[in-house]
């Protein structure tokens, strides 16, 4: 499973109203995440708006073009788009901003066991 992180910008005046929404997403649409592959799938905002979503997924693309087949993706897209800055006529879904990881403590700790047994142990 992979790890993505991305970037959006809610806009500061619906930020309530965007959480509201988000707070009891409909049944079908968190069906339709995970079956298409979603896991691990978490969104944080700060108080200007600038959303950070997570995801695990074997592959990005792939997961987003399952979602993009769903009917109720196409209505959860057309309900959010207004809640955004930036997307230049893109839906929510296909105007994330990945972000690179550049570090993974989890990641580190397991190749330096593997490299050298009982130097990653906790102290």
Known sequence: ???????????????DEYRARHAVVWPEMLRALDESGWHR????????????????TDDMTRAQEAMGATEVNARWQAEMSRYFIGLDGQAPDE?????DEIFNLDDQLQRLTATQPGQGETR
């Open 1 to 15: 499973m992979k790890r993505y992180c991305f970037l959006l910008q809610v806009r500061p005046e619906l930020l």
């Open 41 to 56: 799938y978490s969104i944080f905002v700060r108080p200007d708006g600038l959303l950070v979503g997570y995801v695990e």
């Open 95 to 99: 105007g994330l901003l990945l972000l």
